[in-house]
């Protein structure tokens, strides 16, 4: 499994490899700060519009990276059983288990090898 890189914000102070390229780095940052620059503007143009959107589906994979259940459900993805979902928002179902709660869900996955 791949190991998740750090959610670095703008103004980190982070050290650099010795074989890290400095013009490439120099260039990520004026991009992201022209993103978030943009996702802050108050008019509507193409380009606002768009850096909410990223910053939106960036914000959402945070989300996924840090949340348990959702750790879980991708390690059982990974494992090959059956994706998980929801029925009637109620229960999960994992291949042909059902859980009443996603901690359920969790301690299944952590039968099988999950650390988290």
Do not use: W
């Amino acid at each position: 499994m791949k190991r998740p890189l750090p959610n670095y914000q703008i103004g980190d102070v982070v050290p650099v490899p010795a074989d890290a390229d400095l013009n490439l780095a120099q260039i990520q940052m004026a991009k992201r700060g022209l993103l978030a620059r943009n996702a802050r503007s108050a008019h509507r143009s193409a380009a606002g519009i768009t850096a909410k959107r990223i910053m939106a589906g960036l914000s959402e994979a945070e989300r996924i990276r840090t949340d348990p259940f959702e750790r879980a459900q991708t390690f059982l993805r990974r494992k090959g059983f059956v994706p998980v979902c929801a029925i009637e928002g109620r229960r999960f179902r994992v291949g042909r288990h059902t859980f009443a709660k996603q901690a359920e869900v969790i301690e299944f996955a952590k039968s099988k090898g999950f650390e988290g």
